[in-house]
């Protein structure tokens, strides 16, 4: 593919998106490229909704093939929050510290046992011919009672990946994009490029 649109101005998600997507996609722009890019309402009940609305956009606006990705954090003992609402669970503008405040004040009362989480990725892809296509991923661990590391962003550092003893934070890039929910999306995104191409 030569020219890829990511429809997000999340930094943590560019740089971790660009690095998935080397010698896959010629050129890589991103929602910051360009001036007056829209700002999705994410008002879908499930992640591929609010991926497939984003991408939709994104292409209509640039007139290119356009990935868009709605991934946040399921914590089972919460009933799935913060779910869909994981960017903005302390509320609209709130940032990550908000976010994981507001998380370990929830979880406070919740047995360590009983702090299963997972994140969900939805991916998706939408062309100006309007070709969709979901590709999703998923990674399962529990919420820790403090943050640990520094290397991620969002809730990586609540969140202890099963099998591991670090934190999503704590592991490096090359690690994370090994075994994340994005990682995973993004290798089954990368076989149906190879396959297309």
């Keep these: 593919m030569k020219h890829l649109v990511i429809a997000t101005r999340n930094n943590g998600k560019i740089f971790e998106i660009k690095a998935l997507l080397t010698g896959l996609v010629a050129q890589v722009s991103s929602a910051a490229d360009f001036t007056d890019f829209p700002e999705t309402v994410e008002d879908g009940a499930t992640f591929e909704e609010n991926a497939l609305k984003k991408a939709r956009e994104a292409s ?9 990705d709605d991934s946040g954090l399921v914590v089972h003992a919460l009933g799935g929050r913060p779910g869909v609402f994981s960017a903005r669970y302390a509320g609209d503008g709130a940032g990550d510290a908000a976010n994981n405040a507001l998380l370990l004040e929830e979880c406070l009362n919740i047995p360590v046992e009983q702090r299963q989480a997972a994140f969900i990725c939805a991916l998706a892809l939408v062309t100006p011919e309007g070709d969709e296509r979901l590709f999703s991923g998923r990674i399962t661990g529990r919420i ?7 290397l991620g962003f969002g809730y990586d550092p609540l969140f202890l990946v099963d099998g591991f003893d670090q934190s999503m934070a704590e592991l490096t890039l090359s690690e994370k994009n090994s075994l994340s929910h994005r990682a995973q999306a993004f290798r089954k995104f990368r076989e149906y490029l190879e396959m297309i191409e």
């Design 60 to 68: 209509q606006f640039t007139g290119l093939p356009a990935l868009a």
């Design 144 to 150: 820790l009672t403090e943050a640990r590391g520094d």
